[in-house]
């Protein structure tokens, strides 16, 4: 078995980490997101406020609604990502030969390719996430993910299920960005140093930042169009989200929670690639002690 099976566990076990660690932020920056235009006292005005409300109104436990569909969606996200970049990766490098890295152009389809099965795989599960933090078109005092999960499916069908899938598709672009950012700036450093944890923190961080930072505008609407909304408020489409929010809000709409979104972004990647790479030779250790994976031998696999 190659290494794409434990590249795909360290990245599902690095992801939970960084998920638990900074869900909170995930919390708050997804109702800020679908926060319109609202001046009651109930609002959030920004991250801090945001942050106060909850625990007041809802206590520490308003932080980390659907913190189990979170956990289980970035594990299967990352599951499915580092699975299929490394395979991707694998075919490049094989065709390049003497371990040649990736081009910038090839790591760009990489991520684009595993990108795209990422969202096939996992928007029902970001879908009724959202729901759930945001605590919009979620009835009952105690719900939890398989209900809302039911509820969407008899409600909406399979394709409420994907609401906001193109606009999480035009974000595949996102871990493009990241992953690019990161395998270039790590190829790079690698050339004189040996890369320690801390090295892997800060290049997951820097590469987050660039991609929140471009994508932003996407991730507002598609969580918008992930809730439930009336008829008259719902975005038929990526374009009609962009018109009505500037119409109604302005550009500042399209970067409501961004400063908690970012933070959140730049702690869980950088938790997450130092993780994941603490975590990979565990995946192997586990692989290879199980019988599914050969133990590496002069240096071959």
């Given at each position: 078995?190659?290494d794409?099976?434990?590249h795909?566990l360290?990245?599902a ?5 960084s998920?638990a660690l ?7 920056s ?6 319109k235009n609202?001046?009651?006292?109930d ?5 801090v406020?945001a942050f ?9 436990r308003?932080?980390?609604s659907g913190l189990?569909s979170?956990i289980?969606g970035?594990?299967i ?20 030969g003497?371990?040649?890295p ?10 684009a ?7 096939f795989?996992t ?5 009724v996430?959202?729901?759930?933090t945001?605590r919009?078109?979620v009835e009952?005092?105690?719900p ?7 509820s969407i499916l ?7 299920l994907?609401?906001g ?5 035009v ?6 960005i990241?992953?690019t950012?990161?395998?270039q700036?790590?190829?790079k ?10 090295d892997?923190f800060?290049?997951g ?6 991609a929140?930072?471009i ?7 598609k969580?918008?169009m992930q809730?439930?909304?009336n008829?008259?408020d719902r ?10 929010i500037?119409?109604s ?9 961004i ?7 730049i702690?869980?990647?950088a ?5 994941k ?14 019988g ?5 031998i002069a240096g071959?696999?």
């Open positions: 078995m190659s794409n099976v434990a795909a360290s990245g076990g690095g992801g939970i980490v998920m900074t869900y909170p932020l995930v919390s708050i997804s109702r800020l997101q679908v926060q609202d001046d009651s006292k609002a959030y005005k920004n991250t406020d106060v409300k909850i625990l007041a109104k809802e206590g520490p308003g932080l980390y189990s979170g289980f970035i594990a996200t990352n599951g499915v990502y580092y699975y299929c970049y490394e395979a991707v990766k694998a075919i490049f490098e094989k065709a390049k003497q371990g040649k990736m081009s910038t152009p090839e790591s760009m389809l990489a991520g390719l595993a990108g795209s099965a990422v969202v795989a928007n029902p599960i970001w879908t996430n959202t729901r759930l945001v919009k078109g009952g005092k105690k939890n993910a398989l209900n809302v999960f039911l008899k409600n909406e069908g399979i394709a409420g994907y609401s899938v193109m606009a999480a598709l974000l595949v672009i996102n871990p493009i990241q992953y950012v990161f395998e700036l790590k190829n450093i690698a050339k004189s140093k040996e890369l320690s944890n801390f892997f800060l290049l961080a820097f590469s987050k930042l660039c929140t930072g994508t932003y505008p996407y991730i507002v609407i969580s918008r809730v439930s909304q008829s008259e975005y038929t489409s990526i374009w009609d989200g962009f018109k009505k500037i119409a809000e302005g550009v500042g709409g399209l970067y409501k929670g400063s908690s979104k970012i933070t959140q972004s702690l869980t990647a938790f997450l690639f130092m993780a790479e603490m975590l990979f030779d565990w995946a192997v250790w586990a692989l290879v002690l199980t599914a994976r050969k133990a590496k071959k696999a």
